[in-house]
């Protein structure tokens, strides 16, 4: 099965609210927004945010617009397909290449600023986003393999992960710049970035063995004139 063909399966916390709101939202967009221009806000919401996380090493009050971007990150990114789906205007390989493409350049934008932030260093924000494409394109090869899309980890999804950093945003701009607060921000990212691969080799290790159960290795049979190997039941040592 295609990945663009796969069964979505949206398990994480706020899946089934978040598409009541997106159905409700996008039947009152004028006719004139399309999904392309949707998919561009939130490139621009992403784009934004990573500026505004690198800004705030000269003020902390551009935590509150990277929030904000981030929320203008998830209306584009989140409701392009949604409108599609709506106006029964899918276009389902490009769609579905043009949106994990996007997600990836995204994820580098916002996890670069962060790392440009004074609060967690490059070298681990950058482990962190890592981390979170190789969690994404585990999922792109289940799609492939199992034939089923799902857009997120258990209970959590890009949705819960942006609610995450807009928290952590706020309480940043509350407990400002000293040092202990930047020890607590890097060790916080880099305990995320390592459960995040600790997740993703746990799930790998996992559909390995379920792979290997669909499809066992083929049992060896010995093919005419081979010879049989000694003590074979049957055979003797004689010939």
């Known amino acids: ?25 996008a039947q009152r967009l004028p006719a004139w927004v399309t999904s392309d221009q949707l998919t ?21 009050a551009w935590l509150w617009v990277a929030g904000v971007l981030l929320l203008v990150n998830w209306f584009g990114d989140s409701l392009d397909g949604t409108l599609a789906r709506l106006r029964r205007a899918e276009r389902r390989r490009y769609g579905y290449y043009l949106d994990h493409v996007v997600d990836a350049f995204a994820t580098a934008a916002i996890g670069a600023g962060i790392g ?24 792109y090869l289940e799609s492939t393999v199992f034939g089923v899309f799902r857009l997120g980890y258990g209970r959590i999804g890009p949705t819960e992960a942006r609610i995450v950093l807009v928290l952590a945003n706020g309480l940043l701009v509350a407990a400002g710049a000293d040092p202990a607060v930047v020890t607590i921000a890097t060790c916080t990212a880099a305990v995320l970035a390592l459960a995040m691969l600790v997740t993703v080799a746990l799930r790998i290790g996992r559909n390995l063995a379920e792979l290997a159960k669909l499809e066992p290795l083929p049992r060896r049979v010995p093919t005419r004139g081979s010879r049989a190997p000694f003590g074979t039941p049957g055979t003797t040592s004689l010939g």
């Open 1 to 25: 099965m295609a990945p663009v063909d796969a069964r979505r399966e949206l398990t994480f916390l706020l899946a089934e609210p978040e598409r009541r709101l997106l159905r409700a939202i």
């Open 40 to 60: 561009l806000v939130g490139v621009v919401g992403a784009l934004g945010a990573g500026v505004a996380y690198a800004l705030s090493a000269l003020s902390p």
């Open 116 to 139: 440009l932030s004074p609060y967690v260093p490059l070298s681990v924000a950058l482990a962190g986003v890592v981390a979170y494409l190789v969690l994404s394109i585990n999922l």
